[in-house]
């Protein structure tokens, strides 16, 4: 334990230096690399000597083999006790990023660069991804570059020479790359959402490009259903995986759940990647998702790989945890245990937002009152009315909102950024 907790000032197990030491441990992105026209991965910790900081031997590249970065999930804003520093988990991966001998031909970043979407993030991420030794970084947005002005300060930054809400195409060595947005139109229960223009558009982009092409599409939230449950999936996904079933080679490349799951279904893998700020947990295992507090010691075990393996004709996915170390990727008892005693109850027309959940999920009141939201999780929360009757801005940790109704009648709403999470305000005479 020393050997990571060098300051323990708030008690908790871990100080900042000690959370940068373990996030090292992860290998914060992926290096992808084309070699022999077949696009293969490896996890930054699998090639970066620990005990040097340097690149492996063992990865040559040969000519006219190309490789580029996925980085996901940087949240930067964030602050809380899963990692009061992402700026600094962030620069780790760049100095892992820094140490190939082979400096990538470009970066992909799938979303989520910022936690609020506000400019002063946005100016922070800028000028830390300055410091990679690229020539180019992609971008496509997350839920949380869109929430607080529908994506236009996003889209004046990354999305300049982009069409609609920041959907394009390229090409880069004999590649065909597709970055798509699937978080800028979600509907209150719905997972994520491509669109039909940007479907049309798919369609029309993959015209020119021959089957025998690789092709890369990179979105935010997963292109398939990883678990509906907790909004991880694309609800118009199906479409968009018809266009690309002639191609000899499809990867789909997302972020959003801040964990490395794979799934290979006929000519298309499926890659999600590892935030570079928190880890969340893996489907199921938690009441919802969010961001984990890990102490120290148990980061190695939770912050691990799972890859899920897809067997056709069957009903389920297979899925394998491979943590970093031996253990168990659940929230901690006690830690689990705690959350659930200071969840607090409601008070008299309130809704208390905890656990990726409205409480109550229905409350009815008289004409004339004012309701009150008040969100407790570590996440950021907005309230929208399904009529778009009334909206909250982005509630931050203990942020609150209120909303008066004074006419009768039943106003249903969701969580513009977490759509799987309803709610309804039953208003009598």
Excluded at 156 to 182: C, D, M, P, Q
Excluded at 392 to 409: A, V
Aim: proline letters at 5%; glycine letters at 10%; hydrophobic letters at 35%.
């Amino acid at each position: 334990m020393s050997k990571f907790i060098e300051e323990d000032n708030n008690k908790d197990g871990i100080d900042r230096r000690g959370f940068l030491k373990c996030m090292a441990w992860t290998g914060t992105g992926v290096l992808w690399f084309m070699s022999g026209g077949t696009l293969k991965s490896l996890g930054l910790s699998q090639i970066i000597d620990s005990s040097t900081g340097k690149m492996k031997n063992g990865l040559n590249l040969k000519k006219g083999d190309y490789s580029f970065i996925q980085i996901s999930d940087s949240h930067i804003g964030f602050n809380k006790a899963a990692n009061p520093d992402v700026v600094g988990t962030l620069q780790a991966a760049i100095s892992k990023i820094n140490a190939l001998e082979v400096h990538p031909s470009f970066i992909i970043h799938t979303g989520d660069l910022s936690h609020l979407s506000k400019p002063s993030e946005f100016d922070t991420l800028e000028q830390v991804l300055k410091g990679i030794r690229t020539d180019k970084i992609f971008y496509v947005p997350g839920e949380h570059d869109f929430l607080a002005d529908n994506g236009s300060e996003y889209l004046k930054r990354f999305g300049k020479e982009t069409k609609g809400t920041g959907w394009y195409s390229f090409n880069a060595h004999g590649t065909h790359f597709i970055g798509l947005v699937n978080v800028a139109n979600l509907k209150a229960g719905g997972l994520g959402d491509l669109g039909s223009e940007q479907l049309e558009w798919l369609e029309d982009d993959l015209r020119a490009v021959h089957s025998s092409t690789p092709v890369v599409v990179f979105a935010h939230i997963p292109l398939w259903n990883v678990y509906p449950k907790w909004g991880w999936g694309t609800d118009d996904s199906a479409q968009a995986l018809k266009y690309l079933k002639r191609f000899g080679s499809v990867t789909v490349l997302n972020g959003h759940i801040h964990q490395v799951m794979q799934k290979v279904e006929g000519n298309i893998t499926f890659h999600t990647a590892m935030s570079t700020a928190f880890p969340q947990p893996a489907p199921g295992e938690a009441d919802s998702p969010g961001p984990m507090k890990v102490p120290a010691e148990k980061l190695r075990s939770m912050l691990g790989l799972a890859s899920v393996n897809y067997i056709e004709h069957m009903h389920t996915l297979a899925v394998i945890d491979s943590p970093l170390m031996n253990g168990v990727m659940t929230m901690p008892e006690e830690e689990g245990r705690k959350e659930k005693e200071s969840a607090g109850a409601p008070g008299k027309n309130q809704i208390i937002i905890k656990n990726y959940r409205f409480m109550p999920q229905k409350l009815t009141v008289k004409a004339g009152t004012k309701v009150t939201w008040i969100n407790t999780d570590e996440s950021p929360h907005l309230v929208l009315s399904d009529d778009k009757l009334f909206s909250s801005p982005p509630l931050d940790t203990n942020d609150k909102y209120s909303h008066l109704f004074d006419t009768p009648g039943d106003y249903k709403y969701f969580c513009k950024i977490h759509p799987m999470m309803v709610g309804e305000v039953v208003v009598k005479q």
